[in-house]
DNA sequence: CCGTCACGATAACAGCATTCTCAAAATCTG
DNA sequence: CAGATTTTGAGAATGCTGTTATCGTGACGG
């Protein structure tokens, strides 16, 4: 093994080293495409119980593990425990978020219009799912309720988590600003957590807190927007 | 006792009557103070433990019923479950909060300026207590927790808890709509809704979101307030 | 003085996360 | 292919927590 790697490393140009790296790394990428696999199974696992679960009910670790068909020993083997599930979980949410919204993005044309796109298509995937089960881009009830113990016992990785999503929204800001649709005014501050934790929480918790349920969803992210944008004051406009 | 009861309950206008009944009223009293105070006790413990634990930590039912000198049996004598002691602190809190907003906002003459004073106020008072421990009125991380699984799986008693602090804002809002200072297109919604929670949210999360820790927060409920009352647009004003 | 009732102390039980044990299976090495 | 090594599965064991049940005691009214 050794040997012939270095003979190969100096000189081949041709078929062997390129066969010993793939070979290599074929290895390499066998066990890992293994490992890889049984972590995606308890993913997928884990994602498919918060989709059936009713509101609010949290999966137990034995469910993913017979779910997926495998064993705590091995769960225990690939994360650190429950939290570092979750932990994924959310991750990948938020990652999916941030590229589907980028996708709806795309097609806008304008700053201020991908600016609304944002705020609007961001509301829609926080609003609750009714029927249609959460996907990965829709952060569960369960997920939000984990969301809010990353803020408030682990930030760092909260931070962390959230990067896809405050980076997406900080470039669109910018680029509203240098377009001059949005005032610059908050330009160094944390005006894109702000956004996000306005819409995400708006989303999921605004009718439940002033007691009017189900209110019709269609008008709702207009209103958001609405808030978002303008205010509450009276405007000169 | 039921016969002297109906015999005195009929003609007696003297003191006789009046001894019974204050005795029973007494007695009843007594009872009834002393389940109270057994009660304040339980629910003292709970805030001073909320107050005292570093963030995201929950207290056990068993710290409590320490703390509070009292008995395991006790407590579930009084509460249904550690479910319900955190459901009473959560409505103290609220309750707590919104009389101190209240007190806050009289000192304001326009309706403008109140609703500025509510936002900012409401605002600090959400804000994570760095080292002043929480109050009644200072949802401690573990109160903002418990209030999502509130708001998650028990919107009823959600929607409940915050009325205080909903029925504050909605007059305040509505006096200044009525002077014409608020636009009224959100009239008939959940705008108390959506202010509460984006306020609410933004004072605990938006900085750990943004990944921006520790920003001056002199300024950031004016900020707040700039926020929430003509949004991120470029106005004409 | 007796009965009832509230209470405290404590054990018992159940659910869940996490760890441990042991043997079988898979994978790697020569 | 055979042996060594690692990975895996099945399930028991542990520890923490919420909740319930048991038992005895002390207070209070009649």
Redesign the pocket.
């Known amino acids: 093994?050794t040997s012939a790697d270095d003979a190969n490393a100096a000189a081949g140009p041709d078929a062997p080293v390129r066969r010993r790296d793939l070979a290599v790394a074929r290895?390499l990428d066998?066990?890992r495409v293994?490992?890889e696999g049984?972590v995606q199974r308890f993913l997928d696992a884990g994602f498919e119980l918060l989709a059936s679960a009713e509101s609010g009910r949290?999966?137990?670790?034995?469910?993913?593990?017979d779910r997926s068909?495998?064993?705590?020993?091995?769960?225990?083997?690939?994360?650190?425990?429950?939290?570092?599930?979750l932990l994924a979980l959310f991750d990948e949410a938020i990652r999916s978020t941030a590229e589907r919204l980028e996708d709806q993005l795309a097609k806008e044309r304008s700053p201020l219009d991908r600016l609304h796109c944002f705020v609007v298509e961001y509301y829609r995937m926080c609003l609750p799912a009714p029927k249609g089960r959460a996907s990965k881009s829709n952060p569960t009830p369960v997920l939000a309720e984990f969301c809010h113990q990353l803020l408030t016992a682990h930030q760092e990785e909260a931070s962390r988590a959230f990067v896809p999503l405050v980076a997406l929204l900080e470039k669109t800001l910018a680029d509203a600003v240098e377009a001059g649709a949005v005032r610059s005014s908050f330009a160094g501050e944390d005006v894109a957590g702000s956004i996000l934790s306005t819409i995400m929480f708006n989303a999921a918790y605004a009718s439940t807190i002033s007691g009017t349920e189900s209110h019709d969803n269609a008008s709702a992210a207009d209103e958001m927007w609405e808030f978002v944008a303008r205010g509450i004051v009276t405007g000169s406009k």
């Not at 068909?69 to 599930?85: C, I, M, N, V």
């Open positions: 093994m290895s066998s066990a293994r490992s049984r949290d999966f137990t670790v034995q469910e993913v593990v068909g495998q064993s705590l020993r091995s769960f225990y083997q690939y994360f650190a425990g429950k939290h570092e599930l």
